[in-house]
């Protein structure tokens, strides 16, 4: 097979990638030239585990190439992937689909062969609608099936994720589309794979529901444990107890500062507006998302009152310690360390924050911030600790040595990596979430 992947950004290269490792012959495509050109000396635009070694080794092996051209790229391509961005629309929440439609129609205009356009970027339902009649009006006269295939990558986890899904879901309405996504995805089938295959819109619908529902997951867990802590019960507990039941699961019951990331934010809102414009509200996801919005910045009111309150807070020093949405990664996209940090800095707080991939695309976005190079740096003569990614950097902190840099030995673990017990022994007054 034959697989042009419109767009490199994160999306566009896992997969790539992962094709080529499939044995396909792949083309990934970005009109970012910068992009493109170190892409070719191997350097990744994205930080993501194992991702430079999978990209080398596929060059090399002269199954995965790049170019600028989408017209090259696409040349004698069985399938050709959309993997460009959908950002929220300033101002409204929709998704913005003009980078979709672009490629659409430059898609139409240079087709020089029978080919299956498949949506991988999260498009809201009828977008597969919408993608087909732009190729229809371009005049090709070759053959095309418009397919949507969602994509359930997590950041810091994409390539398991890929190789190993939970599920693979297609949406295509005639045979063409089913034969070849079938090709496509041939060595997942081969491994048992769960597939499922369903009408186009369906597919479009699947990709919002999944994370709407793991966004209302987290919003569910988060709300228990501050119950929890009015009640005097333990999250980590009542995640445990509820898990077991194999109705509920286990996992994304971890209560924390609130989800963020390119996905889940953006997914969300994107939900709301095909809800909206359909006349069909969905209540319980409009409460998540305000729920999680206020979670943010009340988790800098939580790390105030460990300083005492806001007025005694003016002119303490706080160490933030991870700026990521979630670890392994330098997505900084919706972080709760924004809010988090705008909260302290607001209330006159110093902040020092340190962070093992983040900084760089922290920067901008909390100028009042000082960004330190390694977390001792940020816990010196600091009156508060707070935690706020659970990168693994922090699970073995040196408590002594924490206890004699630090001003105050206080300690808010906003991710829930510390038992109370063990921290309280080390002679740290201690807050986490949700427990007692
Ligand atoms: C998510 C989906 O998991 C993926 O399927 C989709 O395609 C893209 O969006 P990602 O954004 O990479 O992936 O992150 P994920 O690991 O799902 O975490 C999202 C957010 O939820 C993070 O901020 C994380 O800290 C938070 N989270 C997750 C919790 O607070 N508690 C949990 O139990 C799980």
Known sequence: MKIAMVGSGYVGLVSGACFADFGHDVVCIDKDQSKIDRLHEGIMPIYEPGLAELVGSNVKAGRLTF??????????ADAIFIAVGTPSRRGDGHADLSFVYAVAKEIGENLANDAVVVTKSTVPVGTGDEVERILKDSGTSHKFSVVSNPEFLREGAAIGDFKRPDRIVIGAEDDFGREVMREVYRPLFLNESPILFTGRRTSELIKYAANAFLATKITFINEMADL??????????????????????????????????????KDTLALLKTAEDYDSPTRIVEAVVKVNDTRKRAMGRKVLDALGGADAARGKKVALLGLTFKPNTDDMRDSPAIAVAQTLTDAGVKVEAYDPEGMELAKPLMPEVTMVEDPYAAIKDADVIAIVTEWDAFRALDLTRVKDLAKAPVLVDLRNIYRPEDVRAAGFEYSSIGRG
């Open 228 to 265: 929890c802590e009015k009640v005097g019960a333990d999250v980590q507990d009542v995640s445990r107890g509820i898990g077991m039941d194999n109705r509920i699961g286990s996992k994304f019951l971890h209560a924390g500062p609130g989800y963020g990331g390119s996905c889940f934010p």
């Open 67 to 76: 170019t600028t051209s989408l017209a090259e790229g696409i040349e004698g």
